[in-house]
Nanobody, 122 residues
Framework: QVHLVESGGGLVQAGGSLRLSCAAS????????VGWFRQDPGKEREFVAAISRDGGNTYYTDSVKGRFIISRDNAKSTAYLEVNSAKPEDTAVYFC???????????????WGQGTQVTVSS
């Protein structure tokens, strides 16, 4: 099991950018595929983006394609989610997740961080 800690959330104006980080410990990070999810109060948690173990494959939900970029640095055991052209509807708690098994495109993850709040003001 890998321990995940998100950081980088905060308040951003619509159209602005910020970068979320997900630092992993307790496991061999390169063995894990990583995903980012978000949840607004009163709503279901939704998939945002995922990245394969070597970073070669990425996946996005339609609403963030062309605006968000997921990446990872296995040497630093850290994954990132770059939020660009932020919209008020991107406001949510963002969670990173990791799993050592499963296909790159799987949305099932075993290990989860505690989340970081992103608020986009209009």
């Amino acid at each position: 099991q890998v321990h995940l800690v998100e950081s980088g959330g905060g308040l951003v104006q619509a159209g602005g950018s910020l970068r979320l980080s997900c630092a992993a410990s307790g496991g061999i990070f390169s063995f894990y595929r990583v995903g980012w999810f978000r949840q607004d109060p009163g709503k279901e948690r939704e998939f945002v983006a995922a990245i394969s173990r070597d970073g070669g494959n990425t996946y996005y939900t339609d609403s963030v394609k062309g605006r968000f970029i997921i990446s990872r640095d296995n040497a630093k055991s850290t994954a990132y989610l770059e939020v660009n052209s932020a919209k008020p509807e991107d406001t949510a708690v963002y969670f990173c997740a990791a799993d050592p098994i499963g296909f790159d495109s799987s949305l099932e993850f075993s290990d989860w961080g505690q989340g970081t709040q992103v608020t986009v003001s209009s």
